[in-house]
């Protein structure tokens, strides 16, 4: 039911701006995060935000050069990304789930799933 879109090829240094869409479904009483996979390594939380509230939450190898924000009546979430380094190539998910206890560092927080966009940053 999510769909990413944004992704692409930058130089080191540029920006990106990634959007996640529902298809069918609704944002409304649910909190959403990006997450991101490299080759060969763990599914890593970049950023998360609350339904109705401007309390946002990032992984701390982004603080400070992305910012997540929503759109619930368009049931829209993204990611702008500035600052790109190599380091933040991989392929981005976009996730929604229901509010809970659960921390929202973790996937199991959420319970839909995006196919991901991929994001490369080289020269």
């Known amino acids: 039911q999510l769909v990413e879109s944004g992704g692409g090829r930058v130089q080191p240094g540029g920006s990106l701006r990634l959007a996640c869409r529902t298809s069918g479904g609704t944002l409304r009483m649910r909190k959403v995060a990006w997450f991101r996979q490299a080759p060969e390594k763990e599914r890593e939380f970049v950023a998360s935000?609350?339904?109705?509230?401007?309390?946002?939450v990032y992984g701390d190898a982004v603080k400070g050069r992305f910012t997540i924000s929503r759109d619930d009546a368009g049931n829209m979430v993204y990611l702008q990304m500035d600052k790109l380094e190599p380091e933040d190539t991989a392929l981005y998910y976009c996730?929604?789930?229901?509010?809970?206890?659960?921390?929202?560092?973790?996937?199991?927080?959420?319970?839909?799933w995006g196919r991901g966009t991929q994001v490369t940053v080289s020269y």
């Open positions: 935000a609350w339904w109705n509230s401007d309390a946002t």
């Open positions: 996730a929604s789930g229901q509010i809970s206890t659960v921390p929202v560092r973790s996937p199991r927080a959420y319970s839909d």
